[in-house]
């Protein structure tokens, strides 16, 4: 498993990128980093669930912790107040601590709200990602913004909150729709036009497969992403300097998502 680390002093954490290997490192990583008092509150996508929700909950029976679980409903649709109040409620019904974990199994969108959710309860409780989509991998899970939409922006409401692992595994690609992971590649050709030639020279040769699940070509360009951006993150973690340039992009994409609602166009 490739290890990539977001350098930000106390609040560093390590990005791993596996293949098919998650039902293993998922409990190694939770007994590392739940406190010995404290449980994990899972919260997964909906469709994420429906396709691997037994391979998780066996793999959470490894993990020493009490676990609760909620869905959550897939995509941005999630990135709302309601669904942001029902997370609050569910956390507080369970009398959440801070020695708990949040843990955010799905895309981008779920861990924007499940990461908001815990930079917001009792003032800050960590939290720890299964990235699940391939833009979730290269964007949302590196860097810690975490947010929700409001009818008149996107992502208007939320915090820099950094997880204290991400698990990123190629294994859940396989199972998105074309359309997802098109949505993923998007990013990473933003990053391959910012980045360097080596990155755009993987895209190329990638691209000139004809097969969008290359597992080599897909690993390289997932890893050389978070690579990228991590670095980026490390430099400027509040986007006030060099991270803006990640926004490429953004402005136009953000007002055509607002102006047909959110979730009907992808990244
Ligand atoms: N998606 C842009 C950033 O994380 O800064």
């Known amino acids: 498993m490739a290890n990539i680390s977001v350098k930000l002093g106390n609040r560093s954490y390590s990005i791993g990128i596996a293949s098919q290997t998650w039902e293993g490192k998922l409990p190694l990583l939770l007994n590392k980093h739940t406190n010995i008092h404290g449980r994990t509150f899972v919260f997964y996508d909906a469709q994420l669930f429906a396709l691997y929700g037994s391979r998780f909950r066996t793999a959470m029976k490894r993990n020493s912790s009490k676990t609760f679980e909620l869905t959550l409903p897939p995509g941005d649709r999630s990135k709302s107040f309601s669904q942001l109040s ?3 409620s569910f956390l507080l019904e369970h009398k959440v601590s801070r020695a708990d974990l949040l843990l955010a199994c799905g895309g981008g969108a779920t861990s924007d709200l499940v990461g908001f959710a815990a930079a917001t309860i009792l003032r800050g409780v960590r939290w720890g990602i299964v990235s699940t989509t391939l833009l979730g991998m290269v964007d949302a899970a590196v860097g810690g913004k975490t947010g929700i939409n409001h009818q008149l922006g996107k992502n208007l409401i939320g915090a820099f909150w950094q997880p204290s692992f991400v698990l ?6 396989y199972t998105l729709p074309k359309r997802q992971i098109i949505a993923g590649l998007g990013e990473i050709v933003k990053y391959a036009g910012l980045a360097d030639n080596a990155m755009l020279d993987t895209l190329e040769k990638y691209l000139s497969t004809g097969d969008l699940l290359h597992q080599r070509y897909l690993v390289k360009l997932i890893r050389l992403s978070i690579q990228y951006k991590a670095a980026i993150v490390s430099r400027d973690e ?9 926004n490429l992009g953004h402005t136009f994409g953000h007002a055509i998502e607002k102006s047909l609602g959110y979730g009907r166009l992808l990244h």
Do not use: A, E, P
Request: glycine share 6%; proline share 0%.
């Open 168 to 173: 990123c595994d190629t294994d859940f690609i």
């Open 238 to 246: 509040c986007d006030s300097g060099i991270r803006t340039i990640l």
């Open 86 to 88: 029902r997370v609050y």
